[in-house]
């Protein structure tokens, strides 16, 4: 196939890509709330909207060292920038331990700021969790999300259980 008909057609599909992603993204709604609409934690570093793999379960063991919290949100605020729409979202988060004890407390656990083509209100957010310190036992993450643009926030919770190996094999 010639070059130049490899190139017009890759061009194609990136316009349509580009097009169908105007067309169909979610428009940001001034009276409507900030959600937190998926939660998901997560072995490994998200790598994008939708784009990252669930643990399948809310137990970790000792060889577990990092927890992804992978959040997606609806209704975030773009803000234009020449050719693109910014979405900025801060993610506040709180870990108690099983007793309600405080563990972790932290503002801005992580900023992101996400680039698209499209006026789209959906974006995601991440953070890790270190539990290499952490004692067996359950943990409740309270996190806050806010979108830097519209000042809103919305609020979000998960737990996760740490076990040792011999729990598992227990539980087996």
Same mark, same amino acid.
């Given at each position: 196939m010639p070059k130049r008909l490899i190139s017009t057609l890759i061009l194609s599909a990136v316009v349509s890509f580009c097009f169908l992603d105007t067309l169909y993204a979610a428009h940001y709604k001034s009276r409507d709330s900030l959600r937190v609409v998926k939660i998901e934690l997560c072995l490994d570093k998200p790598?994008?909207?939708?784009?990252?793999?669930?643990?399948? +379960?809310?137990?970790?063991?000792?060889?577990? $060292? #990092?927890?992804?919290? /992978?959040?997606?949100?609806?209704? &975030?605020?773009?803000?234009?920038?020449? +050719?693109?729409?910014?979405?900025?979202?801060? $993610? #506040?988060?709180?870990? /108690?331990?099983?007793?309600?004890? &405080?563990?972790?407390?932290?503002?801005?656990?992580?900023?992101?700021?996400?680039?698209? $083509?499209?006026?789209?209100?959906?974006?995601?957010?991440?953070?890790?969790?270190?539990?290499?310190?952490?004692?067996?036992?359950?943990?409740?993450?309270?996190?806050?999300?806010?979108d830097e643009n519209s000042r809103k926030e919305a609020f979000a919770l998960t737990r996760f259980t740490k076990i040792d190996a011999s729990t598992r094999e227990a539980q087996r």
């Amino acid at each position: 196939m010639p070059k130049r008909l490899i190139s017009t057609l890759i061009l194609s599909a990136v316009v349509s890509f580009c097009f169908l992603d105007t067309l169909y993204a979610a428009h940001y709604k001034s009276r409507d709330s900030l959600r937190v609409v998926k939660i998901e934690l997560c072995l490994d570093k998200p790598k994008g909207y939708g784009r990252y793999i669930p643990s399948g +379960n809310n137990e970790f063991g000792k060889n577990d $060292l #990092d927890i992804y919290v /992978y959040l997606e949100v609806e209704n &975030c605020k773009p803000a234009r920038d020449a +050719n693109l729409f910014l979405t900025t979202l801060a $993610l #506040d988060m709180d870990i /108690y331990y099983n007793d309600g004890v &405080c563990i972790y407390s932290q503002e801005e656990v992580n900023i992101s700021i996400n680039t698209s $083509l499209a006026n789209n209100s959906n974006s995601y957010i991440w953070a890790k969790i270190d539990t290499r310190y952490l004692k067996e036992g359950e943990y409740k993450v309270e996190m806050t999300v806010r979108d830097e643009n519209s000042r809103k926030e919305a609020f979000a919770l998960t737990r996760f259980t740490k076990i040792d190996a011999s729990t598992r094999e227990a539980q087996r």
